[in-house]
């Protein structure tokens, strides 16, 4: 594992150390809008498969980062790998997305979860990590994840995708102590999950809460954000003599950035709803940002992609701590040129902002 | 028109003038939740005929207040009025959602389109209004509405309900010049169209806009709150001797409220993701307010409806300028009993803080 890192400016970027200019990636990097991905995917069959087998995972892991000069790399993998190691049941259905076969409908349901040993259910997931780190030698950091327990939890109840949240928002009002029960079954679990992704290689961790946004601000305090805070002081901080930073991502949190700069972590997504100017003046610069381009721009012209990027740059402003992002996951339909646009744009854009 | 309105709550609350208690009324009050609603649409065959026809859509419009002692009632209608009026081709296919069979896609499509004549090709809507106003005869207020050109517009561009809205954001970041057109034109039709249902009875008016919240602050302002602004402006200020109030709602605006304050509106819709104690805060109570149930409390026990509706009265606090509402449509599956439930709350619990 003891690899010399060539390219760390992605990780000292989450930790506020200066850098020459910003680094840049994109969640869901490795996606269907290449069609190396695309090939991949139908040489494993369905995305599961994909997830499942460590030569493929890698493969596509790393397929973003042989175009582009991307500063990081995120393991390929899915936040439904754990209600899956739980026995629920996942089904990714074309057209569908995901199905849990078994969804958790009452508080007998929840009391008898079962917890995965991530060495051994989720064992896949590891020897990706490994694989990964190892075929990566040194290039870029690799990024281990999970979902909050929330978002994993809403697919959990509801059986699915979700359009209202009926289904875990009756159990939140009206059984609310069974909710916490499974919220935080959900939290061990990822905390094990996570640790074992430092161990295997992962050399920083983010935390998805793409469905936090959906709860008031009290509920969001009680059934989201408490049980990431629980994660990020449940994670190993070090590992090959080197931090492991952390990055927690509400979607859609607007003014809740300021909850979250409270939290034990490293640095905070942002989606495009907030100004980084303005999340970074809640956070006080006593947290890194992570964000935030419209995954639309990339639907314009490479020339207006430059200029949002520019935006995007100047938004954040002077100074270190900005981890240039899309505020979501690239579509599957934007063409990978314009991607690489954007990425061009960042590195010849930022190096101003960090004189 | 001069019948003697037997409860002005509501319209006061908008006002920020005295009343006795907090007036309430439902986001999607005459719908799917109702069996009698569900029978009505039967009767009809399908939803555009409901709309379509004048008694029908009377009808429906006055159902829930059968039921429970609401303080307002709201026109059955869609917000697809207009572009089916414009001749873009609306159709409601079973459990599709709307579609529209020629949709804008192009700044040619932008420059030709029609621009209907509310007495006219809407002239189905202006009957509803003014029978209504004669059924209510006086019980309670009348709202008219229509979409923000915002979202009316991804309709039009996207030819119907959208995940990531990636057409009509690619316009707005390549072409911005055609959308401004589009919203410009969708915005004259909906002063016209307003000010035809505030002329055939409307006693309110609210502007729904569902989707602002999926723009970044400065395309909110420059896309979607700059054409609300324009069409508030543009309407009729008083009816029969009476004030018209303006609601202006915006689906997930969060920390824009602070922007929405600044339009010549009455009142400002909020949905559960902000906190009534902290939007008041914001709009330095210049503006009532209209919110914020999470519209999925109503799946939880009588007695936690109650209890949430006490969180959020006390949320908003002393004084007037409330209006209760969920923080957006009632759900179909909802148990219409919970509904009352809900009504008989605001009105046992909310006079003490009118004292």
């Known amino acids: 594992m003891n690899d010399s890192l060539k390219n760390d400016v992605f990780l000292r970027a989450l930790l506020r150390q200066p850098t020459p200019y910003t680094p840049v990636w994109m969640m869901r990097q490795a996606g269907r809008y290449l069609p190396e991905y695309r090939a991949t995917r139908a040489k494993a069959g369905d995305f599961l ?10 493969e596509v892991t790393l397929q973003p980062l042989e175009r582009y000069p991307l500063d990081a790399a995120i393991l390929f993998s899915d936040i439904l790998t754990i209600p899956h190691a739980m026995g629920l049941g996942l089904k990714f259905e074309t057209g569908e997305g995901p199905l849990i076969e078994r969804p958790i409908r009452c508080a007998t349901d929840v009391v008898s979860l079962a917890k995965p040993d991530p060495n051994q259910e989720l064992r896949y997931v590891m020897d990706a990590v490994s694989l990964i780190r ?31 949240f009926a289904r875990i928002k009756g159990m939140m009002y009206d ?46 305090r009680e059934f989201s954000l408490h049980y990431m805070s629980r994660i990020v002081d449940g994670l190993q901080r070090e590992a090959d003599g080197r931090i492991v930073p952390r990055i927690v991502f509400t979607k859609g949190a607007g003014p809740l950035i300021a909850e979250i ?62 981890v240039f992002n899309l505020g979501h996951g690239i579509h599957p339909t934007i063409n990978p040129e314009h991607a690489g646009a954007m990425i061009k744009a960042v590195h010849e854009l930022s190096p101003a902002f960090h004189q």
């Open 49 to 58: 498969t994909l997830c499942q087998t460590p030569d493929l995972a890698c």
């Open 261 to 322: 700069a409270k939290v034990n972590c490293d640095a905070i997504g942002v989606d495009w709803t907030t100004d980084l100017s303005e999340a970074r003046r809640m956070v006080s610069d006593s947290k890194a940002l992570q964000g935030n381009l419209d995954p639309c721009v990339l639907y314009a012209s490479p020339e207006k992609i430059r200029e949002q990027v520019a935006k995007v740059l100047a938004s954040y402003g002077y100074g270190n701590g900005h």
């Open 134 to 164: 190892k075929e990566l030698n040194g290039r870029v950091p690799l990024i281990g994840f999970a979902g909050s327990p929330w978002t994993v939890g809403t697919y959990c109840v509801e059986g699915g995708s979700s359009r209202d």
């Open 175 to 220: 059984d609310p102590k069974s909710l916490h029960t499974l919220l935080s079954t959900l939290t061990d679990i990822t905390i094990n999950y996570l640790n074992s992704q430092i161990a295997a290689g992962a050399q920083a961790i983010m935390i998805f809460d793409t469905w936090g946004n959906v709860l008031s601000p009290a509920n969001y």
